[in-house]
């Protein structure tokens, strides 16, 4: 059950990545949508936030891809080690016997969730420069891209800090 949490969620991220994706267009300016306080050009996102924009939401994709494959691969290891003859119980009860290596499944699930973290820094990344593409650069200090930027960047590595040690501590109990 936790693989495949693992990639429903990780699906759930991709597909924010490419709604991220299609909703950055710096080239166009109706887009662009800086505060009348601070409407100065210098608080327009120059063109490499743009660049960093794509990077990271590339490298966030690879990140979950990588995740999902080695939940699936682990998943596929777990069915096809049923044990007995053709993937059939060797007990004449329903409950499957699987014997796994428990130190490759625990370093496999360690791989997913490494995975699934650096997924979710990069695409917290992308998405402060897509706010800064749409609301203005963060040195501005407006307060709707702070408002934006703030709660990303404080909720976020909370939740990855907290999923970090839950996985840590169910793999060396």
Partial sequence: MALDGIVNVNSLFTLALFLGIVNADPSNPSYTLVSKNNGSS?????????????AYHVYSFSSFLFSSLIASALKQAIKTNGGGVGGQATRPTNVMVVHVNSVVLRIGILACACGSVFGCVFLM???VNLVQIKLGVLACRDFYTLAAC???????????VLYICIILHASTS
């Fill in 42 to 54: 210098s608080c327009l996102a120059p063109s490499f936030v743009a660049e960093d924009l794509i």
């Fill in 125 to 127: 990344l992308g998405l």
């Fill in 150 to 160: 703030v709660p990303l960047l404080v909720l976020v590595p909370l939740a990855l």
